[in-house]
């Protein structure tokens, strides 16, 4: 039975670990193709000949590469993260914690954002026709169009760094909720909200006790996306400040240091796939005390 299970386990990791082979694969192959043009111009400066094993070896480890190689991301990442006290400004813990923290900050504003304008939309017609449409319009806007403009306006109104980033979270993560929200206030029947009338139950009463709890599966849905939103908009505003992933990546690039990006491109999924997982754990804790799940 035991060896049954390990079976099993293994034949679920085959598929996963053949397309993990592919994808470094490829990626060794583009990290010579697109490495290699610079080594061969450097030759060409020495009025030396060279062949393609020759700037093999080098193609591996450049210091500025076009892309770089699995195994340099990964030494960056590791320097990154154990390799600096957390406190130093050249760690990515230093930089992912204040990231999260202004993406927490503009989640919750969002979230709280979200749900509220939702129950107005519910049960207001004038807000339904007005508030939705111009909720719709406001993601049309590029936010890497519109985030600087919300970092001069908040600045000038003399908020700090982090009430900047959390603005443009807040921005981000809000519609996903508010879409949500609104169908998961909607979803109970007719038929059921007629039942609690023929108890005498008020909006207040119907509210908490039938739109709610309907709404909590699509909510958390709609938290996973905010989630993910949030972070990406506390990225965005960090593209004017000292500090965070998204400071770091405009370092990077200014410098040409590619590793460093890749490094700071994979603590940021890394974050984002973590916050996710920590929405679904409430979600399951949730469920289950609520009796829809088992």
Do not use: C
Not at 34 to 63: C, H
Not at 192 to 219: C, G, M
Not at 233 to 241: H, P
């Amino acid at each position: 039975m035991i060896f049954d299970v390990g079976s099993n386990k293994m034949k679920s990791l085959g598929p996963i670990l053949t397309v993990l082979m592919v994808i470094f694969a490829f990626w060794y192959l583009m990290a010579i193709k697109l490495n290699s043009q610079w080594e061969y111009d450097q030759a060409v400066r020495a009025k030396v000949e060279v062949g393609f094993w020759d700037i093999l070896p080098n193609t591996m480890q450049q210091k500025k590469p076009v892309l770089p190689a699995p195994h340099q991301v990964l030494t960056g990442l590791w320097d990154g993260l154990a390799g600096q006290p957390i406190t130093s400004k050249r760690s990515l813990v230093y930089h992912a914690w204040i990231t999260l923290s202004g993406t927490i900050y503009g989640f919750v504003i969002g979230t709280a954002m979200g749900i509220l304008l939702a129950v107005g939309i519910v049960y207001n017609r004038a807000m339904d026709l007005s508030v939705m449409p111009w909720a719709i319009a406001s993601q049309m806007i590029p936010i890497i169009a519109i985030a600087p403009m919300l970092a001069v306006v908040v600045h000038a109104l003399g908020a700090s760094a982090i009430v900047t980033k959390a603005v443009i979270s807040a921005y981000l993560s809000f519609f996903p909720v508010l879409v949500g929200m609104v169908k998961g206030l909607r979803a109970p029947e007719q038929m059921q909200i007629d039942l609690l009338h023929t108890y005498s139950a008020s909006k207040t009463e119907i509210l908490w006790k039938l739109r709610f709890p309907a709404s909590v599966p699509f909510l958390f849905t709609s938290l996973q996306v905010g989630i993910a939103a949030s972070l990406v908009g506390a990225i965005v505003g960090e593209l004017n400040q000292p500090a965070g992933l998204g400071a770091r990546l405009l370092q990077g690039t200014y410098h040409g240091l590619t590793v460093h990006i890749w490094a700071a491109l994979i603590v940021a999924s890394l974050l984002a796939a973590i916050l996710v997982k920590t929405i679904q754990g409430f979600e399951r804790i949730t469920l289950v005390k609520m009796g829809m799940r088992k």
